[in-house]
């Protein structure tokens, strides 16, 4: 996925979960719950376009980009079917989108059976695995045909026939959209157990990354199993128990996106920190520059506007000044982030640093060995260090 199209996607979801709410609020029982999913699109759309602006051949920001952006379209076109549904003729632009939302919603969600045998390389651990994802991926493509094909009334849009259902082939579709749902219960945890296979098979840094995602597959199976079980005995479908079943779901849903940003943000997976460091940087830089930009033009306004009048010297000297003010303020910036967030090269940097002044005025090779072993052991922690130095030709 090209990085800057991936970029695209957090705004566009934003977008939509922006419209989303509004309709859903009028035609749902669940409002908070409704915001709760809202964040979870938003976030897999934000962790999806952070993995695919660093490893842009990594197709595991293309399924987090894909599971954010598909989900915030299908609520929103959902909400929209259902709000302007009603008694008589439908008009063809609600039947469209309550089709779309039919064969885009729940088919989506196999997407997260290829995202647990993906992560976080993009690669599977074996043939065998290979084979879970070929599953799934037919899964995926037979469960969406027969959403999108099966004749009569669309799903949780009443009044709305399909407008594209194949009446000839409507017992095979029941069948298939029937034991669609079975088939990818029984995935998930499948693919859990791939996550496990590929942490047994790591390195210990990957470890660490891959551990949260595995906490994250097994809270999700547990709640989701939860509410279905829940379900058989009492009813979840009005007042308050269909308000905690969706606030549980959408926790779930919700918790594979943050694990991959914990595993991002506490481990360094896929190299995002650069591009976390930049966009504090400048995301701060930016918002002091406008700051201060805002603040001479009124101050210098109330200070000449006496001597020159309408005149625009106060806009040229706030802007000259702001310009003088970019490298100084974007260095001191970069030290705080690196100060508060990137704490240890922060300190390595420091090390190096009194390194190289101290090395200009030492004369003493034993005590510049000395004084390297101890500068490469504080930034590198290596288990051990050793220096060899060649004997002077005489």
Known sequence: MSPRLAWLAPALTLGLVAVMLPLTWETAEYDGAEIVFGLAFVAYAVVGALIASRHPRNPVGGLFVALGLLSALTETLFSYATQSAGPGPVPDTVA???WVSAWAGEPGFVLLVLLLLLFPDGRYVSRRWRGVGSVAVALLVSWTLAAAL??????DVPGVDNPVGIDSLAGALEVLTGAAPVAFFLLVPVAVASVVARYRSAGGEQRQQIKWLAMAGGFAIATILGVALTGLFTNTDAGIGDLLTALLVGVAVTAFPVAAGIAILRHRLYDIDVVISRALVYGS???TLAGAYLGLVLLLQLALSPLAGDSDLAVAA??????????????RIQRLVDRRFYRSRYDATLTLQGFSARLRHELDLDALGTDLRAVVHDTMQPAHVSLWLREAQR
């Open 150 to 155: 099966a004749p009569g009334p669309l799903r």
């Open 285 to 287: 830089l930016t918002a």
């Open 318 to 331: 706030s802007t000259l000044a702001v310009t003088a003010l970019f490298r100084p303020l974007r260095s």
């Open 96 to 98: 469209a989108a309550a």
